[in-house]
């Protein structure tokens, strides 16, 4: 993850694929290919897919010699006038023009390739986004049994499907469960609770400290490709697949402990919706992990209560018992009992 809380885009690997650490005598040197910047459960790692959907339709390539002449590869919508914001600088660009061509059934379709305007050059280095409009819808799934999209209108009249379709991705956790400690999918041998990972030392607080548990989960997620005739529709899930692949280490650099390309399921005309939607769906393994924090608090003092003998009591009458009265971070039920031995000396118990 960047130093703005963005993620990485798919083609800076190399750059992100270690982070210098201070050495034993402080050289630097490079971490593992494997070690992870941070854990993520599952319902942060969507949120990555959310972005990084954002992202790969967005990721450009500009002309060598028109600078403002650019290429959105994975784009899913071009058009004369749309407009793109610039994620580092904040301009937005315009875009003049975009280039189609014919097919041999003289058929037109677009290149990708567009011509901006801005306030300065689209470098490849500065991330383009495509407004809301503009790019695919994606949300978690409704429950299976919804109604028909419906809407007040001006009237307050009530009108069935007044919009005109956006293709839309839709996720859901279909499967959820403890993980799998023998390294396969759902396997025998889990991790049924939260075991512990390590502390944190409070640099503020010496009194106390951050103790860190963890717990495995492996998931099933479906993805649902939304579309409106069956080309659309296999174009956009092979679109999903191939995205899915390009990002998969950004996902796993940010903490998601494996995913797997796990089925592929019936193909479908739906009625959830509309009944003129035609969607694919296909499901993927996560492995993720949820992360607990306890505050722990140190012993920080101790009182000690002492009874002379001066008046010729007897021992069994200056024997006490105190409760341990809940200084311990964790109450230890220990009871303290306080008792006069026959040289007339207090001895303090455990």
Known sequence: MRKDGTLESWDEKKIFEYI???????????????????????????????ECLQDNQGWHRQDIVDPYKVTFPYATKLYKGQEIDCLDT??????????????RDNTKYKTGTVRLSGPHEPYEYV???????????FRKAFPK??????????????????????????????RRMPGSQ????????KEIKA????????????????????QWFDNIVTFEVWSETNNRADALLHYFEDFMDRYTWVFKWNGVQEILYWQRNEDGLTTRWRNDIVH?????????????????????HAALTVDVASRGEVANDLITQVIDPGLWPIPSGVIRVEVVDNTGELIIQY
């Open 20 to 50: 210098n650490e201070p050495g034993p005598k402080g050289t630097m040197y490079e971490t593992s290919k494997q070690k992870r910047i941070a854990s993520a459960d599952i319902d942060v790692a969507v949120g990555y897919i959310d």
């Open 195 to 214: 075991r512990y990972r390590e502390e944190i030392e409070q640099a503020e607080d010496k009194t106390r400290y951050m103790t860190i548990e963890g």
């Open 280 to 300: 694919r769906s296909v499901e993927y393994f996560f492995r993720s992990e949820k992360i607990r924090l306890h505050e722990v608090r140190r012993l920080v």
């Open 182 to 189: 023998s390294g396969t999918p759902f396997g025998n041998k």
């Open 145 to 174: 049994t919804m109604s028909p999209a419906y809407e007040f209108n001006e009237d307050s009249q009530l009108v069935k499907n007044p919009r005109s379709w956006t293709d839309t991705i839709t996720y859901l956790v279909s």
């Open 127 to 137: 991330r383009l986004r495509m407004r809301a409009e503009d790019r695919l819808v």
């Open 90 to 103: 904040k301009a937005v660009f315009t875009v003049l023009w975009v280039e189609e061509k014919v097919k």
